[in-house]
């Protein structure tokens, strides 16, 4: 089992900043894949920003240039710094993780977090 502990979310006005943070513990050899969904009231489920063991990052159109994901492969841990925040990017923040364990791959969500962001 692998424990994902969400944080950094709550409300801001717009133009304002947020830093999430997800932090996983248990049974991890190491993780592949780290990255943040978001899903608005009414709305599907939608990837954010995601980022690979090696660094690689891929960010959706409407956050490129004001979001930055970042990782901490030492403490399995990964961040989402969100500037320049706009009414628009209110919803439910959900941590996700793809990790190796005993040799099979894992995928794993947070509990999600509030961000709101009011105009």
């Known amino acids: 089992q692998v424990q994902l502990v969400e944080s950094g979310g709550g409300l801001v006005q717009a133009g304002g900043s947020l830093r999430l943070s997800c932090a996983a513990s248990?049974?991890?050899?190491?993780?592949?894949?780290m990255g943040w969904y978001r899903q608005a009231p009414g709305n599907q489920r939608e990837l954010v920003a995601s980022i690979t063991r090696g660094g690689r990052t891929n960010y959706a159109d409407s956050v490129k240039g004001r979001f930055t994901i970042s990782g901490d492969n030492a403490k399995n841990t990964v961040y989402l710094q969100m500037n320049s925040l706009k009414p628009e990017d209110t919803a439910v923040y959900y941590c996700?993780?793809?990790?190796?364990?005993?040799?099979?791959?894992?995928?794993?969500w947070g509990q999600g977090t509030q961000v709101t962001v009011s105009s």
């Open positions: 248990g049974n991890i050899f190491r993780f592949t894949n």
């Open positions: 996700n993780v793809d990790v190796i364990w005993l040799g099979n791959q894992y995928n794993y």
